[in-house]
């Protein structure tokens, strides 16, 4: 469903924070420990008059794991952002790379 936009719709969502959601429906909600922008991978649906977008994830790591099993895909660094947006030969490899980035309890 998703392989032809990812070939052709990657985006970067920009976000302070996301939710994650606990089997008790309690919200949970991470960001990087000093603040800061993150940047989720997702896709765009080309055409759809709200700019539709979907927010691909992974497995948990870190703090969200204890919260939930899946998290954002998320790219830290300017390399990985760039090459999210540019190298569409990279994309599915760049789905697979373990998330490095520390991201703490803000709320929940």
Same mark, same amino acid.
């Given at each position: 469903m998703f392989g032809p936009l990812l070939r *052709?719709?990657?985006v970067l969502v920009p976000a302070r924070a996301?939710?994650? $959601?606990s089997p008790a429906k309690q919200a949970f909600l991470f960001g990087r420990p000093g603040g800061g922008l993150i940047y989720m991978a997702g896709?765009?649906?080309?055409?759809?008059?709200?700019g539709s977008?979907?927010? #691909?994830? *992974?497995?948990?790591?870190g703090a969200p794991? *204890?919260?939930?099993? *899946?998290?954002?895909?998320?790219?830290?660094?300017?390399? #990985?952002?760039?090459? $999210? #947006?540019r190298q569409d030969s990279l994309a599915p490899y760049l789905l697979r790379l373990p998330d490095q980035t520390e991201y703490s309890l803000i709320a929940g």
């Open positions: *052709r719709s990657r996301f939710y994650e $959601w896709l765009a649906f080309p055409g759809s008059p709200l977008f979907v927010i #691909l994830t *992974r497995d948990a790591a794991a *204890r919260v939930h099993p *899946r998290m954002p895909v998320m790219f830290d660094s300017p390399e #990985l952002q760039s090459a $999210w #947006l």
